[in-house]
């Protein structure tokens, strides 16, 4: 039987943390395991106290189940301070845990922080690398990467940051070097706005690409998507995905620390019907 492993805060109204996440893993048939970071006194309407747990007894929880259990993969929620992140990351690696899942509990709906500016930095410095998946909302993705997202086009919007994580093909990644022609890639990126709002017609997009060089941890690219319904910004935002990666006109440089470079080069026409109906039907299945 599959285990799944979830490092999180405990949400007593049974809506989020640890108990979201081990009511996920059971209707999978996935065998859950938690360490518990801070516990919570809350509702469906507000939280009333908060106690975040000390350092040495999360690690405690992680290596009491790892040890015994194991995890084939790991969810990672509110970790609530800096100590806490680096003792997670310490764990990640010192039992080789693989197939991490990080969800950056940086802000609350109501706008509040949940991790200061050193815990923040201590994630994203330590934990994005080890990541497999990382799912911020629209606010923790503005903390991660800096770049603020617009808001036109409707209330409800979606996300994604394309990090550049440590491990890349089974490798250790060094750095990340990105070159465009500039005026290119602006043609492309207003392409790709153009095809949204002809399927989403009141979505709004941005789309922000980085050129030269990444370190580990850093965003690539962040897309923004913005509708009055939540569904439609999903898609428009996971079309506006797959496009840019089938025809971001880019050259990309990938170092590793024994000092192979992999190149990859993406020049595909903007105009490519082919590869548009691939990114629709990708993007909505």
């Known amino acids: 039987m599959a285990t799944a492993l979830t490092i999180a805060g405990s949400d007593s109204s049974g809506g989020a943390g640890i108990q979201a996440d081990l009511k996920s893993f059971a209707a999978f048939g996935v065998y859950g395991l938690s360490a518990i970071t801070a516990v919570t006194a809350q509702n469906t309407e507000r939280i009333t106290r908060s106690l975040v747990l000390p350092p040495d007894l999360v690690r405690a929880q992680i290596d009491a189940v790892v040890g015994d259990v194991g995890a084939d993969a790991t969810k990672i929620g509110m970790l609530g301070t800096a100590p806490i992140v680096a003792v997670v990351a310490e764990a990640i690696e010192r039992h080789g845990l693989a197939n991490i899942v990080l969800d950056p509990v940086l802000v609350s709906t109501s706008g509040d922080r949940l991790l200061d ?44 940051a394309g990090l550049f994580q440590a491990t890349q093909k089974g490798r250790q990644g060094q750095r990340l070097e990105y070159e465009a022609f500039e005026p290119l890639a602006l ?86 019907a082919q590869a548009r109906d691939a990114a629709l039907a990708r993007a909505c299945a």
């Open 187 to 272: 043609k492309v990126f207003e392409q790709i706005e153009h095809e949204v709002r002809e399927h989403w017609p009141a979505a709004g997009l941005g789309i922000h690409h980085r050129i030269g060089p990444l370190d580990v941890g850093e965003a690539s690219v962040v897309i923004v998507a913005a509708t009055a319904h939540r569904a439609d910004a999903f898609h428009a935002c996971r079309y506006a995905i797959e496009r840019v990666k089938q025809i971001a006109p880019v050259w990309k440089h990938e170092f590793f620390e024994d000092g192979d470079a992999w190149v990859e080069g993406a020049t595909a026409d903007p105009h490519d």
């Open 117 to 160: 500016d050193w815990g923040t930095e201590e994630l994203r410095r330590r934990l994005v690398p080890l990541a497999r998946v990382v799912t911020p909302n629209l606010a923790e993705a503005e903390v991660l990467t800096g770049i603020r997202g617009s808001g036109e086009g409707g209330a409800a919007r979606t996300a994604f």
